[in-house]
């Protein structure tokens, strides 16, 4: 049973350019998280989505930035015209139905570097 | 708005020792707390998940405890190896929160 799965690893935009990161659960999962670990920071909550659905986004900025969990395919992470302080790693987590009491696990994370 | 304190933020230790790693939060009503170990350039790797309702959790030589009135967990690795050199990350679901609250981690180093 493959883990969480995310691609690509490492992602170069230059300022202004579109990053598109994406996410697939685990099999069976049904719940997608994303985290953003900025450099010597600790790692903050964006997003929950369920397919088809954001459930709570109340960590993502309010411009730029985008998510989605399609009834088929991959969860993206979508940040638009991105700037330098973008530059992070990006971690998706997964977890079964009943979200709340499930334990998350976590893909490997994009590291976006923003020049 | 929940926030998750770690202490120590760093501890390097000889090869051998036993040690505890502390994790505070200060909103009660979470659904469980969960210990990770996040290698450097590397991904999260789930440790332990403790429910509200439980008081510890044990896996091999690691041992993770739940105070939840008082907004305490500890993690206790036994016999400590230079291979459990890492980042140390505790976080909380619930306590207001849709996602995890985390902790900013104690990076560890075992000395061989």
């Known amino acids: 049973n493959a883990g969480v799965m995310q691609n690509p690893r490492h992602l170069v935009r230059r300022r202004g350019q579109e990053a598109r990161l994406r996410c697939s659960p685990m099999?069976?999962?049904?719940?997608v998280y994303w985290y953003r670990q900025l450099p010597e920071e600790g790692l903050k909550f964006m997003v929950y989505?369920?397919?088809?659905?954001?459930?709570?986004e109340s960590g993502m900025p309010k411009e730029r930035f985008s998510a989605e969990f399609p009834k088929e395919g991959p969860s993206i992470l979508r940040i638009q015209q991105v700037v330098r302080g973008d530059s992070a790693a990006y971690f998706c987590?997964?977890?079964?139905?009943?979200?709340?009491?499930?334990?998350?696990?976590f893909g490997p994370g994009t590291r976006l570097t923003v020049l | 708005k929940q926030e998750v304190t770690q202490i120590p933020a760093a501890l390097s230790v000889p090869e051998g020792e036993n040690l505890v790693l502390n994790c505070s939060f200060t909103?009660?009503?979470?659904?469980?707390l969960q210990w990770f170990r996040q290698d450097p350039g590397k991904g999260l790797t789930s440790l332990l998940l403790?429910?509200?309702?439980?008081r510890e959790q044990t896996s091999g030589r690691l041992n993770a405890s739940l105070d939840k009135s008082s907004g305490r967990s500890t993690l206790y690795i036994a016999a400590s190896q230079p291979g459990d050199s890492a980042t140390y990350l505790c976080?909380?679901?619930?306590?207001?929160?849709?996602?995890?609250?985390f902790g900013k981690g104690t990076h560890l180093i075992i000395q061989p």
């Open positions: 987590a997964s977890s079964l139905p009943g979200a709340f009491r499930n334990e998350q696990f």
């Open positions: 403790i429910q509200s309702s439980q």
């Open positions: 989505l369920q397919k088809e659905n954001i459930i709570d």
């Open positions: 099999k069976g999962h049904s719940h």
């Open positions: 909103d009660s009503a979470i659904y469980n």
């Open positions: 976080a909380v679901s619930g306590g207001g929160a849709d996602g995890l609250t």
